[in-house]
């Protein structure tokens, strides 16, 4: 069983291109959440999605960041004009089922480095 | 805001030398703390939850417990295996189960 599976692992990009990390969760969960890893800093949330919903994106920036997860395919998180201020780690997550005590699958990130 | 703060940053140990790891917290109702395994280069993998003041919870060398300020992680005669850096989150209440509040970690090192 394939735990969540994210790529690409690293990412360069020049400022003012646009970053495309994917995500593909476990198989059998249908909740996916991304969080972001600033150097020097904890964990933060950013969004969580079902299937062509966005339930909560609270922790998304609010220019330039947006994310999908389609019917059909892994879910996207896209950085439009980036700048070196969005070099970090991003991990996805993904669960089965909305619990309180669900606890959260992550997977291995992507390093996202803006020169 | 919610908080959380773990200490030490660092700690080197000696293979079998135990120690515990710290992680204050300030939430307004806590719903559940979690302790996650980070390596490096990977995501965070679970550990333990921990729901009410009192509650303990053991996997072979840690054991986590709770009171209603703060979260210790013991470590009973590590192994190098263990290194890795230990992050406490914690959840707070309103229904977010998925948007878990991060400390910075503490990275542990254990030496042969």
């Known amino acids: 069983n394939a735990g969540v599976m994210q790529n690409p692992r690293h990412l360069v990009r020049r400022r003012g291109q646009e970053a495309r990390l994917r995500c593909s969760p476990m198989k059998g969960h249908s909740h996916v959440y991304w969080y972001r890893q600033l150097p020097e800093e904890g964990l933060k949330f950013m969004v969580y999605?079902?299937?062509?919903?966005?339930?909560?994106e609270s922790g998304m920036p609010k220019e330039r960041f947006s994310a999908e997860f389609p019917k059909e395919g892994p879910s996207i998180l896209r950085i439009q004009q980036v700048v070196r201020g969005d070099s970090a780690a991003y991990f996805c997550a993904s669960s089965p089922r909305f619990e309180a005590s669900e606890k959260l699958f992550f997977g291995s990130g992507t390093q996202l480095s803006v020169l | 805001e919610d908080q959380v703060t773990q200490s030490p940053e660092a700690l080197r140990l000696q293979e079998g030398e135990s120690s515990s790891l710290n992680c204050s917290y300030t939430?307004?109702?806590?719903?559940?703390l979690f302790w996650y395994r980070q390596d490096p280069g990977k995501g965070p993998e679970f550990l333990f939850t921990l729901y009410s003041a009192g509650e303990e919870k053991e996997k072979e060398r840690l054991k986590a417990t709770l009171t209603k300020k703060e979260s210790f992680l013991h470590i009973t005669a590590p192994k190098p295996e263990d290194s890795a850096t230990y992050l406490c989150?914690?959840?707070?209440?309103?229904?977010?189960?998925?948007?878990?509040?991060f400390g910075k970690g503490t990275l542990l090192t254990v030496n042969p």
């Open positions: 989150a914690v959840q707070a209440p309103g229904g977010s189960n998925y948007k878990l509040t």
């Open positions: 939430v307004s109702g806590l719903r559940g």
């Open positions: 999605l079902q299937k062509e919903n966005i339930i909560d």
